[in-house]
């Protein structure tokens, strides 16, 4: 194959969220095998404070979030001892215990990038903070990164896909050419309601922000799993067909967020379809950095900065607005 048409070929960009203490210490190493198996780019987000995961039982007030739990099951994928971090037992530091861990990703060759400082707290908490909050809170987290990995972090995922103005505002302070905190609309199948989604810049307080959104286009493995779609039921038995009929033709660039803590441990024979599948349907399995440079010069849209829901998913997320 020549290098042009290695360039040519469309994007399945995976960006790997890693939200807690057990998911770093054993998901992301599974994770770091099973693509350099597959000779696949991707990204790795860390949490890179404490593990709070326990604190997240204050959720089960909001609509959706029994459902989700039923469905998932969060005790089987997390561990009981994770969800008692924060709560009844201390919420390990995950950037200063697992630092070692995180170098490793770098070292095998991964984009590596920042996903939160307390993904709980965050998660719950930005979206009605103001900037003096959300900027402590990043900028723990980017200090944190340049410890750990002896350099500033490139690049941003929103855990949750929760933010605000001023987090996307310290994106440009912070330099970050690109970022995935988003998502883009879906139709309740997981298939993608506007084809248009995808890189996109954010317009937000009368100013146009100059870092790119890498949206998120597919849906999760725990948004889809348990979900009755068109009278099938997706279980770990169909769900990769599921994703791959979404991804079929492979005729645009598309990212997928993973997470270590489902794909990276007991989800990982699903992983392993995809990622077999991905690469017969034509794709090259790429970093959110490589997705970057194949869009950074073209003329993208300025979409809105903007909330709404996703299938499967409680609460309101950043989802990709309409162009201006």
Same mark, same amino acid.
């Given at each position: 194959?020549?290098?042009?048409?290695?360039?040519q070929?469309?994007?399945?960009?995976?960006?790997?969220?890693?939200d807690?203490?057990?998911?770093?210490?054993? !998901?992301?190493?599974?994770?770091?095998?099973m693509l350099g198996?597959?000779?696949?780019?991707?990204?790795?987000?860390?949490?890179?404070?404490?593990?709070?995961?326990?604190?997240?039982?204050?959720?089960?007030f909001?609509?959706?979030?029994?459902?989700?739990?039923?469905?998932?099951?969060?005790?089987?994928?997390?561990?009981?001892?994770?969800?008692?971090?924060?709560?009844?037992?201390?919420?390990?530091d995950i950037?200063?215990?697992?630092?070692?861990?995180?170098?490793?990703?770098?070292?095998a060759?991964?984009?590596c990038?920042?996903?939160?400082?307390d993904?709980?707290?965050?998660?719950?908490?930005?979206?009605?903070?103001?900037?003096?909050?959300t900027?402590?809170?990043?900028?723990?987290?980017?200090?944190?990164?340049a410890?750990?990995?002896?350099?500033? /972090?490139a690049?941003?995922?929103?855990?949750g896909?929760q933010?605000?103005?001023?987090?996307?505002?310290?994106?440009?302070?912070?330099?970050?050419?690109?970022?995935?905190?988003?998502r883009?609309?879906?139709r309740?199948?997981?298939?993608l309601?506007?084809?248009?989604?995808?890189?996109?810049?954010?317009?937000?307080?009368?100013?146009?922000?100059?870092?790119?959104?890498?949206?998120?286009?597919l849906p999760?493995?725990?948004?889809?799993? !348990?979900?009755?779609?068109?009278?099938?039921?997706?279980?770990?038995?169909?769900?990769?067909?599921?994703?791959?009929?979404l991804? /079929?033709?492979?005729?645009?660039?598309?990212?997928y967020t993973?997470?270590?803590?489902?794909?990276?441990?007991?989800?990982?024979?699903?992983f392993?379809q995809?990622?077999?599948?991905?690469?017969?349907?034509?794709?090259r399995? /790429?970093?959110?950095?490589?997705?970057?440079?194949?869009v950074?010069d073209?003329?993208?849209p300025?979409?809105?900065?903007?909330?709404?829901?996703?299938?499967?998913?409680s609460g309101q997320l950043?989802?990709?607005?309409?162009?201006?």
């Amino acid at each position: 194959m020549t290098e042009t048409t290695h360039h040519q070929r469309p994007l399945l960009t995976l960006k790997i969220d890693v939200d807690t203490y057990r998911g770093t210490r054993l !998901g992301v190493p599974n994770l770091v095998r099973m693509l350099g198996a597959h000779r696949a780019g991707a990204t790795f987000l860390f949490s890179l404070g404490p593990d709070h995961t326990g604190r997240a039982m204050k959720r089960a007030f909001k609509p959706g979030f029994f459902g989700k739990v039923a469905r998932t099951s969060v005790l089987e994928h997390y561990g009981l001892k994770t969800l008692l971090y924060g709560v009844l037992l201390p919420g390990p530091d995950i950037g200063e215990q697992c630092a070692a861990e995180l170098r490793a990703v770098r070292d095998a060759g991964f984009e590596c990038g920042i996903h939160t400082w307390d993904h709980v707290l965050w998660q719950d908490d930005v979206a009605a903070r103001g900037a003096a909050w959300t900027l402590a809170m990043m900028r723990k987290a980017a200090a944190r990164y340049a410890a750990v990995f002896g350099a500033a /972090a490139a690049t941003h995922g929103a855990a949750g896909w929760q933010m605000n103005g001023a987090a996307f505002g310290e994106h440009d302070s912070a330099g970050y050419r690109y970022a995935s905190d988003g998502r883009a609309p879906l139709r309740q199948d997981g298939a993608l309601l506007d084809a248009a989604s995808g890189p996109h810049r954010l317009a937000d307080a009368g100013r146009v922000l100059a870092c790119v959104q890498l949206p998120t286009t597919l849906p999760t493995l725990d948004e889809l799993l !348990g979900r009755d779609i068109d009278g099938v039921t997706i279980t770990p038995a169909n769900i990769a067909a599921h994703l791959l009929k979404l991804t /079929a033709g492979a005729e645009r660039d598309h990212v997928y967020t993973l997470h270590a803590e489902l794909e990276g441990q007991k989800l990982a024979p699903i992983f392993e379809q995809l990622l077999v599948g991905w690469k017969e349907q034509g794709y090259r399995l /790429a970093s959110m950095a490589d997705y970057y440079d194949k869009v950074k010069d073209q003329a993208l849209p300025v979409c809105p900065l903007s909330w709404g829901e996703v299938p499967g998913r409680s609460g309101q997320l950043i989802v990709q607005g309409k162009a201006r």
